[in-house]
């Protein structure tokens, strides 16, 4: 009988269940929404069980959609930082706090001015800076406003909790335990300088292992739940950009993943740990390998915020007029920093070079090269470290845009391929699952063997000298506006 697995990736708004053949074939998926809820200003929160109702509901209709199947494995994929805190029975104290809760803002600067400065963090865990959404910050946070869930038996994060949940057993993997912010990057254990800020020990987090072990065998309980057969093993994930880079493929240096979405996240595969103050670093679920994951806050969303500005307008409409603008958009250039960049949060966007000679057309055009430069600089400073990228993978609702692909390799003079599964995730998570369980030798056996490219775009020799130029006005925009990149 052929193996199928069972993968979870979850996500802040819902929980996107798969079942992944032998062949790395997507047989069904399931999308289960929630909605945190918002009980004060800058708070996320969300009932735990919500998470696991979700896994439940995706599970039995993935199932029931793919047909009756024995799993083989269950494989995770997860947002970071988000977390729950347990008594000493397994219960959860309160909700849990989502990753893009700010409660703990106003002790996280303070920590950096104090004695966490960012120069000190990043040997430790590998972030450039002090992120105010890590889960280190709000347990700290907890404290002093919930001492009786500070005092929890266990703290977990989302895939940790449905680990447990699945198995009875306690597991994290090194990659969602580093994004917490409280595991040290040198020697893959929780620090215990930053354990001690926040005034937790390591007995009340879960233990660490590699992406892609097998932790523990679904319970009978959690089997009826589910509608499967006990006794399948439960594997490590990691976080759902490390994950989707895996499902596309990006498991040896040179290649580059890059998913864009409302936001752009690249991620680079690198032999070695790179010393790099502009970008988070961490080791690859590859042994042996590492990656560096360049961050901007806000990419593709622009063209859908302009969408909802041209009433009645669709994305398909929009790339159709934009096709039939001429590289360089006539002059017009955009900026996507709507919610700032990493290196300066009260940067803005902007348009510049309008005129009344400028359509709707115009705009979406420069919106999307706009992204294809913000790519372009957060993968210059890597290639600059002598990584060069041989192609890239390109994931998010941008990929399915064949305008879109184009652009970004015509901007960055590289090879750049769509996925033939744009649930990388989900494949990521399968991938890993399936190494862990020995169908595989490794992760990258596993990629080596079910990664293929539905579409290939070459870059346009014609097409350099336009870009050079685009890019140069992206760049002195920036520079004129915000004084310096």
């Avoid at 000190?120 to 992120?131: D, H, L, N």
């Avoid at 050079?468 to 520079?479: D, K, L, N, T």
Wanted: aromatic share 8%.
């Amino acid at each position: 009988m052929a193996d199928t697995y069972l993968t979870f990736d979850i996500g802040t708004t819902a929980l996107k269940t798969a079942l992944i053949g032998d062949g790395g074939d997507v047989l069904s998926l399931a999308e289960v929404e929630y909605s945190p809820s918002t009980p004060a200003a800058g708070y996320m929160e969300m009932d735990p069980e919500a998470y696991w109702q979700a896994a439940v509901a995706g599970a039995r209709r993935v199932i029931a959609e793919g047909g009756a199947r024995e799993i083989t494995a269950i494989g995770l994929s997860s947002q970071a930082q988000s977390f729950v805190a347990l008594d000493e029975r397994g219960e959860p104290l309160g909700p849990a706090i989502v990753w893009l809760d700010a409660r703990a803002r106003e002790l996280a600067e303070r920590w950096e001015r104090e004695w966490l400065s960012a120069e000190r963090y990043r040997p430790i865990c590998g972030y450039p800076w002090v992120p105010e959404g890590l889960t280190l910050f709000k347990i700290a946070w907890l404290r002093e406003h919930a001492p009786r869930m500070h005092r929890a038996a266990k703290f977990l994060c989302l895939p940790d909790w449905l680990i447990l949940r699945l198995t009875g057993e306690l597991a994290t993997d090194f990659n969602i335990a580093q994004m917490s912010g409280m595991l040290d990057l040198r020697t893959g254990e929780w620090s215990g300088e930053l354990l001690s800020a926040a005034g937790i020990g390591p007995d009340q987090l879960p233990p660490v292992a590699a992406p892609g072990t097998a932790v523990g065998e679904v319970r009978a309980d959690a089997a009826e739940a589910l509608g499967i057969t006990p006794g399948v093993d439960v594997c490590t994930g990691c976080n759902d950009q490390l994950a989707g880079a895996i499902g596309a493929g990006n498991v040896r240096p040179g290649v580059v993943s890059e998913t864009t979405g409302t936001a752009l996240a690249v991620i680079a595969t690198t032999a070695e740990l790179l010393d790099d103050p502009g970008c988070f670093v961490g080791r690859h679920a590859v042994p042996g390998l590492s990656y560096a994951m360049p961050y901007a806050a806000v990419s593709a969303v622009v063209l859908g915020w302009f969408r909802d500005l041209c009433e009645e307008a669709e994305y398909e409409e929009l790339a159709r007029a934009a096709e039939g603008v001429a590289p360089g958009s006539d002059g017009l250039c955009v900026l996507p920093h709507f919610a700032g960049t990493a290196a300066d949060p009260d940067a803005r966007g902007a348009m510049v070079g309008l005129t009344l000679g400028h359509t709707r057309g115009h705009i979406a055009r420069a919106i999307m090269e706009s992204c294809a430069c913000l790519l372009r600089e957060l993968v210059e400073p890597i290639a600059e470290q002598g990584i060069e990228p041989s192609s890239i993978r390109s994931l998010g609702g941008a990929a399915r845009s064949d305008l879109w692909l184009q652009m970004k390799a015509d901007a960055l003079g590289v090879r750049v391929e769509r996925p033939a599964c744009p649930e990388a995730a989900s494949l990521g998570a399968a991938m890993l699952a399936a190494a862990g369980t020995g169908r595989f030798a490794g992760v990258a056996e596993a990629a080596d063997a079910w990664y293929r490219p539905a579409e290939t775009f070459e870059p346009d020799p014609a097409a350099a000298e336009a870009w050079a130029e685009i890019y140069r006005r992206y760049r002195e925009m920036y520079e004129r506006l915000y004084g310096g990149g």
